[in-house]
């Protein structure tokens, strides 16, 4: 009777063991999960990391050793821009400071052998003093600064552009006075490589710290291309407000001494009219009385072939805006390969004010792919701030009521 007594006795405390055992390496495994660093993504989104996998050898990107991080600390300029993740808000940006800003924001861990900075690109502390002395009736007409890097690497036979930031752009939205920009950038002249950056939230300075690299593009192909940087804010309910736009031609820049950093002016966008877009035909009548707008899509000539196989798919999207925003949209039937389509469909829009002085009116030709996304032909914009043909075509419409008037306009660069 004593030994099944000493062996339950036995058997009772190993099983006590084994359960506390258990217990306490489960504690340990969810322990060490919660230390692991953020995956590779997460960490690019935030500090900007090279997005291209050979880079990812590079333990620099991610960071070293505590030594060295408190050796470039100590060796980091005061007035340098210094990316703290530790610092950035909620939405990933980085708090405005009160100091004033006297020279560019380093580039990471860059040696001279590698960097070569120019005079004429390069942002010197008078530059930046004038750009802050402005007046305030000045900024109004300012819309920012662009500031980028250009490098070629020899060994990979690549291309690459670093968006750093821009500062000093205007508060798109009229509530919160702020902003929500991204930036497209685009190769001219065959717009082959398109990129574009993260969006930044409620922020009129944006730290973008991004590097796109784009290969197979020899070095004596440089000089013949053009960068052309988009700026945007991004607009939840409706169309992305168009900021301004940088253009920069590579004529003339040489990049076989290492990195080159620069800083441009963001314009106004230029529309810029290309005969090779083609030809539309629209008829609009305003209706003062029932405070309606009937538009009429006629006809299209000259439109350009866009699918490699010939003649493109083309059909017109109508977009009506009020006061820069989106209200309604309609689109006429695709018409199969023909560069000269007839349309000759009808839409009639509410107008939600009195007057046409806040209404505008766009035409996109698209060329209809099932493939793939639907390509820009051209575009068409009418209303009391177009140029050329489309504000003859406005005035017009709104001199003379219930009057059908017709007109062909030459389609911009979509």
Not at 364 to 376: A, F, H, I, K, M
Request: with cysteine; proline share 5%; aromatic share 8%.
């Amino acid at each position: 009777d004593e030994i099944p007594t000493v062996v339950g006795i036995f058997s009772a405390f190993g099983l006590v063991f084994s359960v506390s055992l258990f217990a306490w390496i489960c504690c340990q495994r969810k322990s060490s999960k919660s230390n692991k660093t953020p995956p590779y993504k997460f960490v690019h989104v935030l500090k900007g990391v090279d997005i291209y996998p050979e880079n990812l050898n590079s333990k620099k990107k991610f960071g070293a050793d505590d030594k060295s991080e408190a050796k470039n600390k100590s060796a980091m300029p005061k007035n340098s821009l210094h990316l703290d993740l530790e610092k950035r808000d909620l939405n990933g940006n980085f708090p405005k400071t009160t100091t004033k800003m006297q020279g560019f924001p380093d580039l990471e861990n860059s040696s001279p052998k590698h960097f070569a900075e120019r005079k004429k690109d390069s942002v010197s502390p008078d530059s930046l003093k004038s750009i802050t002395s402005l007046s305030s009736e000045d900024k109004q007409d300012k819309l920012g600064t662009l500031f980028f890097s250009l490098e070629y690497n020899f060994e990979k036979k690549a291309f690459v552009v670093n968006i750093k930031e821009a500062r000093g752009l205007p508060a798109m939205d009229d509530q919160s006075m702020t902003s929500d920009p991204y930036i497209k950038m685009t190769i001219l002249p065959e717009k082959k490589h398109k990129v574009k950056t993260r969006v930044l939230r409620k922020t009129l300075d944006p730290a973008f710290d991004e590097t796109f690299t784009f290969y197979g593009i020899p070095y004596s192909q440089i000089q013949d291309l053009t960068l052309h940087f988009m700026v945007l804010s991004f607009d939840r309910f409706s169309r992305d407000d168009v900021i301004g736009e940088v253009l920069i031609p590579l004529a003339g820049i040489e990049l076989s001494e290492g990195r080159l950093l620069m800083d441009r002016e963001i314009i106004k966008r230029n529309v810029r009219k290309s005969s090779g877009r083609g030809e539309l035909l629209v008829s609009l009548c305003y209706q003062s009385t029932t405070n309606t707008l009937t538009v009429v899509v006629l006809k299209a000539r000259h439109l350009p072939k866009s699918d490699v196989s010939g003649l493109s798919d083309p059909y017109v999207k109508v977009n009506l805006y009020h006061a820069k925003k989106r209200i309604s949209k309609k689109k006429t039937h695709v018409k199969k390969c023909t560069p000269n389509a007839v349309f000759n469909e009808l839409f009639v829009f509410d107008i939600p004010c009195e007057g046409l002085d806040d209404i505008s009116i766009e035409f996109l030709v698209l060329d209809s792919d099932r493939g793939s996304r639907n390509e820009v032909i051209g575009r068409l914009t009418l209303g009391s701030s177009a140029e050329g043909t489309g504000g003859e075509h406005w005035k017009e419409i709104c001199e003379y009521p219930r009057r059908q008037i017709a007109k062909w306009h030459m389609l911009c660069d979509g």
